[in-house]
């Protein structure tokens, strides 16, 4: 993201603030990942408080920007990224292949085990690919954490009911489970997921229950396509981006924020176990628009 920010910095600083810039600020915005209504939108908005004297130059309108920007992402409930003291909580990794669900599990595991004293345990609920089991058991193995797994090929829900036993046994209190997402096979997906969202409902009634979308930063607009399919499968809670030190440009996470009400929980940025934290909407807006 930081190339584009700094592309939005450089725009704004020669900006005399000309109508014809607030149409090259829409190009902009959806260059940074924004649907086309909503770049023109927000660049409208922008002209307008601009207009009403609120701006002197260019560094004034992108400031303005960031607080257009914060107004976006408030509009969607921050998930709780803390877990409830004395409760079972369960959350359900949910998104694509290849987007990194397998290790971003591990790294909730590992953080909760270490800030929260939480004893985790990881259901291997992607069955679909065998090297996804392989490796969330070498991720337990790693980090001394529980891994409840089925043979390849076997019952995503029966995973997390086996888990789910394996807690209510004393085995611990956190699970967090890896799901399959096969995109080009929609319905057995969402047949699927509905399926784990009964087990964990009618087996752990009173736990703290969270779903979450897991997104790979670099994919732009196409991130927002497939939150949509998850969102009509089972409304998850919220959302985590991955590859966040790579390529990515940011702007869908407003749009996900605006038009789905999806906010972001957690970023990852790297591929160690420590290379996860909470997301923070101030840090982010001023990241995405530059400000120092």
Do not use: W
């Amino acid at each position: 993201m930081k190339a584009f920010a700094e592309k939005l910095k450089n725009f704004f600083r020669a900006s005399s603030l000309s109508q014809q810039e607030f149409d090259d600020l829409t190009d902009l915005l959806v260059e940074g990942d924004f649907g086309a209504a909503a770049a023109y939108a927000l660049a409208e908005k922008l002209r307008s408080e601009c207009k009403r004297g609120n701006a002197a130059n260019g560094d004034d309108a992108r400031k303005i920007l960031a607080a257009l920007l914060g107004e976006i992402l408030a509009k969607a409930a921050a998930p709780q990224t803390a877990l409830e003291e004395g409760k079972l909580a369960v959350i359900v990794m949910l998104g694509v292949n290849g987007v990194g669900k397998t290790t971003t599990a591990a790294k909730l595991a590992a953080r909760y085990k270490t800030l929260e004293n939480r004893r985790p345990i990881l259901a291997a609920a992607d069955t679909f690919r065998a090297a996804a089991i392989d490796q969330l058991k070498i991720h337990g193995q790693r980090l001394g954490i529980r891994v409840v797994a089925h043979q390849h090929g076997g019952d995503p829900a029966a995973v997390i009911y086996d888990a789910l036993e394996a807690a209510n046994a004393g085995g611990g209190d956190l699970i967090i489970a890896d799901t399959a997402g096969r995109m080009h096979t929609k319905t057995a997906l969402v047949e699927e997921l509905k399926k784990i969202d009964r087990v964990v409902q009618s087996r752990a009634s009173g736990c703290q229950y969270i779903k979450y979308l897991v997104l790979d930063a670099t994919t732009g607009r196409n991130a927002c396509a497939q939150a949509e399919v998850f969102r009509e499968a089972v409304n998850p809670s919220g959302i985590i981006l991955t590859k966040y030190d790579s390529s990515a440009k940011g702007g869908a996470v407003f749009s996900l924020a605006e038009d789905m009400g999806l906010a972001a929980a957690f970023l990852c940025n790297g591929e160690k176990y420590a290379d996860i934290a909470p997301f923070d909407p101030a840090v982010y807006t001023r990241e995405f628009t530059g400000l120092d």
